[in-house]
């Protein structure tokens, strides 16, 4: 009963560099959403994405791209990374409109 | 604007002593609040929500939380607290009429003293 897969868990860049966070779900969820976390600032919506073949920015979608593949997989795409995207990212899926969140267990990204 | 605002970045409580943590929202639509937990190096976890049906509103590990909207609260109680529940908790709010997003307050990191 995996739920939300995200990989890598791990990542350290240099600033500059790219790369992709990968995230998928077995719930047969609609939605979709890519948060960051950051230290004293609670959780903040990059990506979502309501169904599949639609995405939408949240609060802070600068210096990131996302792709819904299908219905099962949301990645995240940081072009040329920063040292202010250094955060722990996580993915998570939901049914509808109920609010209800099931999340991954994240994905720590360093860059110096 | 709407928002979130959980007061305390950290509680700190002795072993089966009251757990209270706090939860204010602004808004001027009903809400659909909810608080998550999240427990060293995990992702969240839904710990109950509310959505517009009771307002004392109970969930896993015996937790509860009451929606008072002349306070415009959604505190989270425990009576007796455990080592086990030593975590992060977040209350979020989401709003009708707006797609499905949840706005998460800043956390509030609870320890539990022996």
């Known amino acids: 009963n995996a739920g939300v897969t995200q990989t890598p868990k791990f990542q350290v860049l240099k600033t500059g560099q790219s790369m992709t966070l990968q995230c998928a779900q077995d719930m047969n969820h609609n939605s979709m959403y890519w948060y960051r976390q950051d230290p004293g600032m609670g959780l903040r919506l990059i990506y979502y994405s309501a169904s599949e073949g639609t995405t939408d920015k949240g609060e802070v979608p600068n210096g990131y791209n996302v792709s819904r593949l299908n219905k099962r997989e949301f990645s995240l795409r940081l072009e040329s990374a920063a040292p202010s995207q250094t955060s722990v990212y996580f993915c998570?899926?939901?049914?509808?409109?109920?609010?209800?969140?099931?999340f991954g267990e994240g994905s720590r990204l360093t860059v110096l | 604007a709407q928002s979130v605002t959980q007061l305390g970045s950290h509680v700190s409580v002795s072993e089966g002593a009251l757990v209270l943590l706090r939860c204010n929202y602004s808004s001027s639509v009903p809400p659909y609040l909810f608080w998550y937990v999240q427990y060293p190096n995990q992702g969240l976890q839904l710990l109950l929500k509310?959505?517009?049906?009771?307002?004392l509103v109970k969930g896993i590990n015996g937790f509860e939380a009451e929606f008072k909207k002349s306070e415009t609260s959604f505190h989270l109680t425990k009576p007796s607290a455990h080592m086990s529940d030593a975590a992060e908790y977040f209350c979020?709010?989401?709003?009708?009429?707006?797609?499905?997003?949840?706005?998460f307050g800043a956390g509030t990191r609870l320890a539990v003293h022996p």
């Open positions: 509310y959505t517009s049906a009771a307002t």
């Open positions: 979020a709010v989401t709003f009708s009429g707006g797609y499905n997003k949840l706005i």
């Open positions: 998570a899926s939901s049914v509808g409109s109920t609010g209800e969140l099931f």
